[in-house]
């Protein structure tokens, strides 16, 4: 009998996945076409920052071209989302995820993995978004993060980034074809998983964590009581 297609391409060692979509969308794949590399080596993270992408990690990227291009700047909440319920799905002995605004995904605490989303222009239009998805699943992870860091296999058995590459890619996928604002049962699901709420933080506003809103905003309480709505920043606790 025939494999099932699949959905995810994937590669042995490059610099980032992001450019291979990137350079995918230039050419005008579809919605949904996603690359994974084994291994990258100039893996990027948010803000600038260097992604460590040895093997054993799902470093993957998937062409988005949602339909309507409205709130585009909350697309990371929603492809976390899509991620954690996406591994909760296959992996049924892993605890309960959280999401922590605005783009990682936690796990007791600890970073699991990071959403990188890059949006290309066309004028006003927006061309695609390439959301870049980083997983630590049996790679090693550096001794500096590992105090604050942790991976799949330290959790469950049997977690390998090619069983997790396609069923994590055909949720997101789906989740972010339509685009547009959050849905109600989008920010009641972030909610439930929100990996800061009633903490206090000190960046990218000094308060307490009061959860995140429709707009993808996190919502800050700040000392005089007042609720304040943050749409970008690293979040720093206090
Ligand atoms: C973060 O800083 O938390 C986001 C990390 C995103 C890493 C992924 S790995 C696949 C894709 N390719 C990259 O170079 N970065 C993203």
Same mark, same amino acid.
């Given at each position: 009998?025939a494999e099932p297609a699949r959905r995810v391409r994937w590669v042995g060692s490059t610099a980032s996945t992001q450019e291979l979509a990137h350079l995918l969308a230039e050419t005008g794949v579809a919605?949904?076409?996603?690359?994974?590399?084994?291994?990258?080596? +100039?893996?990027?993270?948010?803000?600038?920052?260097?992604?460590?992408?040895?093997?054993? @990690?799902?470093?993957?990227?998937?062409?988005?071209?949602?339909?309507?291009?409205?709130?585009?700047? =909350? !697309? =990371?909440?929603?492809?976390?989302?899509?991620?954690?319920?996406?591994?909760?799905?296959?992996?049924?002995? !892993?605890?309960?995820?959280?999401?922590?605004?605005?783009?990682?995904?936690? !796990?007791? @605490?600890?970073k699991l993995g990071g959403i990188l989303c890059e949006a290309r222009w066309q004028g006003t239009e927006l061309g695609w978004v390439v959301a870049g998805i980083g997983l630590n699943v049996s790679n090693? *992870?550096?001794?500096?993060?590992?105090?604050?860091?942790?991976?799949?296999?330290?959790?469950?058995?049997?977690?390998?980034?090619?069983?997790? +590459?396609?069923?994590?890619?055909?949720?997101?996928?789906?989740?972010?074809?339509? @685009?547009?604002? *959050?849905?109600?049962?989008?920010? +009641?699901?972030?909610?439930?998983?929100?990996? !800061?709420?009633?903490?206090?933080?000190? =960046?990218?506003?000094?308060?307490? +964590?009061?959860?995140?809103?429709?707009? @993808?905003?996190?919502?800050?309480?700040?000392?005089?009581?007042?609720?304040?709505?943050?749409?970008?920043?690293?979040?720093? *606790?206090?």
């Amino acid at each position: 009998m025939a494999e099932p297609a699949r959905r995810v391409r994937w590669v042995g060692s490059t610099a980032s996945t992001q450019e291979l979509a990137h350079l995918l969308a230039e050419t005008g794949v579809a919605h949904g076409v996603a690359i994974a590399a084994r291994e990258q080596v +100039a893996g990027r993270g948010t803000r600038g920052r260097t992604w460590h992408s040895p093997l054993g @990690g799902l470093w993957m990227s998937l062409v988005c071209r949602p339909r309507e291009a409205a709130s585009v700047e =909350s !697309l =990371s909440l929603r492809v976390g989302l899509a991620v954690v319920e996406a591994l909760e799905e296959v992996l049924t002995s !892993l605890p309960p995820l959280a999401i922590k605004w605005p783009n990682d995904i936690h !796990l007791d @605490g600890r970073k699991l993995g990071g959403i990188l989303c890059e949006a290309r222009w066309q004028g006003t239009e927006l061309g695609w978004v390439v959301a870049g998805i980083g997983l630590n699943v049996s790679n090693p *992870l550096p001794p500096e993060v590992a105090g604050t860091a942790i991976s799949l296999a330290q959790v469950v058995r049997g977690a390998d980034p090619e069983t997790l +590459a396609d069923p994590v890619a055909d949720l997101v996928a789906r989740r972010t074809r339509e @685009g547009g604002p *959050l849905r109600p049962d989008e920010v +009641a699901a972030l909610n439930r998983r929100d990996g !800061l709420r009633d903490r206090r933080i000190a =960046s990218p506003l000094a308060g307490v +964590a009061r959860g995140i809103d429709a707009g @993808g905003a996190l919502r800050v309480e700040t000392p005089g009581g007042e609720i304040r709505a943050v749409i970008g920043g690293t979040v720093e *606790l206090a």
